[in-house]
């Protein structure tokens, strides 16, 4: 077990913690989110046209994969497992999310879930297009 200054009872209960949440994570619909991540970066003079690229490039959607997936209301596990490529690329995204390095992610869902936030994150601090894809 990892030292965490945590009693040995204390950490299961820490993991079950962090199971749950990630559950949570899982079971929450893309679409719900898709407009707080639009409303984020438009808040910084940035477009949806900058998210929906970031989306595309990440995930192989293209506009009618992409606007199929929000209307059917899937959830996060089946929206990331429904993508037609995760870009090979996406590996090369590194930082700091929420306060965890996404690049030290082991749950291979939650790091694609946080590869998205950072994304979003760096159109939202201005960062180039170009630089946010990677090229």
């Known amino acids: 077990m990892v030292r965490t200054g945590m ?7 820490r993991e079950e913690k962090i199971t749950m949440k990630n559950e949570r ?9 898709y407009p707080l ?16 690229t970031v989306v595309y490039w ?6 009618r994969g992409l606007q ?10 089946t929206f990331f497992a429904e ?3 995760i870009n090979p690329n996406a590996d090369k995204i ?3 999310v929420c306060g965890v ?20 994150d760096e159109l939202a601090k201005g960062k180039a297009m170009e630089k946010v894809l990677r090229r």
């Open 7 to 13: 009693s040995s009872e204390e950490q299961p209960k």
């Open 25 to 33: 994570i899982y079971k929450m619909t893309f679409s719900r989110v």
């Open 37 to 52: 991540l639009v409303q984020k970066v438009e808040k910084k003079g940035r477009t949806k046209e900058d998210v929906d």
């Open 58 to 63: 990440l995930t192989g959607y293209d506009e």
């Open 68 to 77: 199929l997936q929000i209307e059917k209301e899937v959830n996060f596990e």
């Open 83 to 85: 993508a037609p490529q």
């Open 94 to 96: 590194k930082g700091v």
């Open 101 to 120: 390095r996404v690049e030290e992610i082991g749950d291979p869902l939650i790091k694609k879930i946080r590869w998205l936030d950072k994304l979003v």
